[in-house]
């Protein structure tokens, strides 16, 4: 846990983004429940600006299917981003996140082998991992929600070409462990940024992913998530890997479809799984 106060590169992000998206704001808090929670709630009542909230420290974050998300002020990356959205089709936005952040974390991945540092992957639906020399290990993960779009107080808010009538207000959370952390209780070791890069650290993480996730978005509102399959291809850690599916099927991964659905081979065919509700795991950890 860091005792040194944290410098947040938040006007170099405002600067960056505020061209893409009028009235967006930055806050950052010490400490808070949830950063999704929190834009969520303020969604509910109407305001519904783009925001980007950055916590230090999380009490009570969430992950996929309600799983919890905590850590200490400099240990890990905690934000959500909130902006109005109406894209064509909702389909695959947590896998184009998840492209977004990994290049901008680690734009080429380095060649496997020894003194290599850990490949920043992709696990659909929603996580970032690291593969290498030491295994499996889980770097991070992405929680999208949405609500119904309330026309917020500053018309402005609505980036220009988003129609408030067919808008959602869509929250992308995102947590990535900057420190090493204990494994304790968990089924896969964490990974972090520090296997990645060593040195870098949440502030510069942050400036690094924000503007291009935004830009990617307002990409996605326009040509959805096909233009970016091959993309999330280049780092899928499924591809050709025996997986387990939560209602107890198995079979071989075969990438994701243009739709984002995970494309499973199992003993009854190809599936094309895209069901919130089924997680995927890997039956055995490939040989390095």
């Not at 991945?109 to 020894?114: A, K, M, T, W």
Request: glycine letters at 12%; proline letters at 10%.
């Amino acid at each position: 846990m860091t005792t040194t106060p944290i410098r947040w590169p938040a006007e170099a992000i405002w600067e960056a983004v505020s061209p893409l998206l009028p009235g967006f704001t930055v806050e950052v808090l010490p400490s808070i429940d949830s950063t999704n929670t929190e834009l969520m709630r303020r969604a509910r009542t109407g305001q519904c600006e783009p925001t980007l909230l950055v916590a230090e420290q999380q009490t009570a974050g969430r992950g996929r299917l309600g799983r919890v998300w905590q850590s200490d002020a400099g240990a890990s990356l905690m934000m959500s981003l909130g902006l109005p959205l109406a894209p064509q089709d909702w389909s695959g936005l947590s896998l184009a996140v998840g492209v977004s952040v990994a290049e901008s974390l680690q734009p080429v991945l380095p060649p496997l082998g020894p003194g290599q540092p850990a490949r920043v992957g992709l696990k659909w639906p929603n996580d970032l991992w690291l593969g290498g020399a030491a295994g499996d290990r889980k770097l991070g993960g992405i929680l999208v929600e949405t609500a119904s779009f309330v026309a917020p107080q500053d018309a402005q808010a609505v980036p220009q070409g988003t129609s408030a009538g067919t808008a959602r207000y869509v929250v992308v959370g995102i947590g990535i462990n900057v420190l090493p952390r204990s494994a304790e209780g968990m089924s896969m070791p964490p990974g972090c940024l520090q296997d990645v890069e060593p040195g870098l650290d949440a502030p510069n993480a942050l400036l690094r992913i924000v503007p291009p996730l935004v830009a990617m978005l307002r990409s996605f509102e326009g040509y959805g998530f096909g233009p970016m399959q091959p993309r999330f291809a280049a780092r899928d850690v499924l591809q050709g890997r025996a997986v387990t599916l939560s209602d107890g099927h198995t079979g071989t991964a075969h990438g994701v479809g243009d739709d984002g659905a995970l494309l499973v081979h199992t003993a009854g065919g190809m599936q094309a799984i895209t069901s919130s509700e089924i997680s995927v795991r890997p039956t055995a950890v490939p040989p390095v």
